[in-house]
């Protein structure tokens, strides 16, 4: 096998000659007398025989690089627009638009928590506190039920290709619907969305779980447990409402929308576009070493993150589904990613506790979807755990293993790892999936991966390679954080 050369070659104190050689070799295909005149370069001496397994292990990253995708270019994202970013920012960290004005946007996708919130499943409005540090809040207003699905993180998600949104792609670009997009909302949603995130950005503010509130605490909540979104009275309106009448609000959708003139003029659509601006141009990241090798930098990866690259384009199988530059296909695969948490009210025959989730087939209502989420894109991904629809897994291991053998992942799940903030009436529910042998093989039966034989060795290389896919502007996001909100509501959670 080609690492275990790779490896030999580089115990011998040949790593840099190596590495200048599979980094010429993999941008230019150079002849192997010149990948040998740099071995020998190096000043050590070589057999014949090891010079075969380097000749061997180029030609194995020549097949891996054949592979990869093409590099993101700014043509591949919506194109910038530093107003509309500001103004999105700053609603983006209001808690204005939350029925009881005590959750923001950014409590699920927070810059200081990888953009979005460090547990498994979120804790909605009526928490209290930041990521790992959230609680389920006090007295009569702590919260009912946790969120049913992981918040996921925000990168990237301006680019073109991120055309159906949430886990189960249920917000998505639809050209033959009125408004451009199939959401969940039908015909109620207004037209003028000018891009999925900010269709997407439309919904949080109507989960009475995640912002709107309960019925009987605030009107917008009222309105949101009616199903009650568009028109006078609706949960947009509303909000719009409340913006409207914050005097520098006003002034900043002035000075960024051409058709608002007057505090009235200011709608939800607005509201949305803005957010959708400012998460599509500040949370790109497409600067990782991946990025850079992907580049030309031939050099910018370690030769570690090189060989679990050629892993994962190789013998993992990963790209077959985590294809294309930002790493998904962009569909919807089932890979039995253990269920915990209170589910999505789906319930397999014999149940009636709604604590399955379908994924895709509540959008399809096509069973053969049954259990499938969307393959999320890599980038960034070491620092958005926990990870899986539902963030059952808090080591990036503990996933990636998971999917050499889901249907045997599934029987050693170990619960103990889920990030949920305790609480005593919503324990109890959490692991009732996970710890039932039923509904574990109803999950394990329809698994789309054929297990995959990897050596341990060959898996430090893919984690390698996956820390290899973090861009360096992400790891520190504390500048993203607006000062102050024009609410004036406190940003801290
Ligand atoms: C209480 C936590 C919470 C709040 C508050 C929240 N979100 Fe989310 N967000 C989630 C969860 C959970 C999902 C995934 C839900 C699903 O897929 O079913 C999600 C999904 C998303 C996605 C889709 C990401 C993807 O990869 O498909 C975007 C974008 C997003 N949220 C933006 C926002 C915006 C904008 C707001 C404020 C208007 C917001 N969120 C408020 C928890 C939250
Ligand atoms: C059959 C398609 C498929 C293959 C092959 C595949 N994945 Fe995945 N992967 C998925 C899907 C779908 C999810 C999300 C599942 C869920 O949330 O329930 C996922 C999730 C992940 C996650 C968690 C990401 C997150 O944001 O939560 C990582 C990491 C990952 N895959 C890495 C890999 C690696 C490494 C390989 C190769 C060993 C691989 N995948 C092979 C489809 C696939």
Known sequence: MS???????????????????LGMA????????TVQAQVRSSGKKMNPGSAIQIVESIKTMNRADSLLPPPATD???????????GLGRLLFFDK??????????????????????????????????????RDTGHGPDRVHERVPRNAPHVF?????????????GRVALDPSQPSGFATPAGNDLPLGLDSPLAAQAMFPITSGAEMAGQSGENSVGDAAAAGQLAGPGGVWDQLAGRVSSIPEYVTLFQSVYPDVQVASDITIVHIANAIGSFESGVWRADNSLFDQYLRGDRMAMSPKAIKGMSVFYGAGGCASCHSGTFQTDQSFHAIGMPQIG????????????????FGREGVTGDMADRF???????????????????????????VVEHHLNPAAALETYDTAQAVLPSDPALDPIDFICANDPVRRAALASAVEIAPVNLTNGQIDFLIEFLYALTDRKSIDMRLDVPESVPSGLPLAE
């Not at 993999?26 to 007398?33: G, M």
Request: hydrophobic share 30%.
């Open 75 to 85: 043509d591949d994202f919506f194109p910038r627009d530093a107003a509309k970013e």
């Open 372 to 398: 499938r989420f969307r393959t999320p894109t890599l980038r960034n991904v070491a620092i958005t755990g926990p990870w899986g629809h539902d963030g059952a897994y808090s080591t990036l291991r503990g």
């Open 96 to 133: 204005i638009l939350s029925g009881n004005m005590n959750t923001s946007c950014a409590t699920c996708h927070h810059p200081l928590a990888g953009t979005s919130d460090g547990l498994s499943l979120p804790v909605g409005e009526g928490g209290l506190g930041l990521s790992t540090t």
């Open 156 to 168: 990237n998600l301006g680019a073109f290709e991120f055309t159906q949104l949430f886990h189960d």
């Open 26 to 33: 993999l941008v230019s295909l150079v002849p192997v007398t």
């Open 3 to 21: 690492y275990k050369t790779v490896d030999r070659v580089s115990r011998s104190g040949l790593s840099l000659g190596l590495r200048l050689g």
């Open 342 to 357: 209170p589910g999505k009210g789906n319930n397999l025959p014999g149940y009636s506790d709604g604590l399955d989730d």
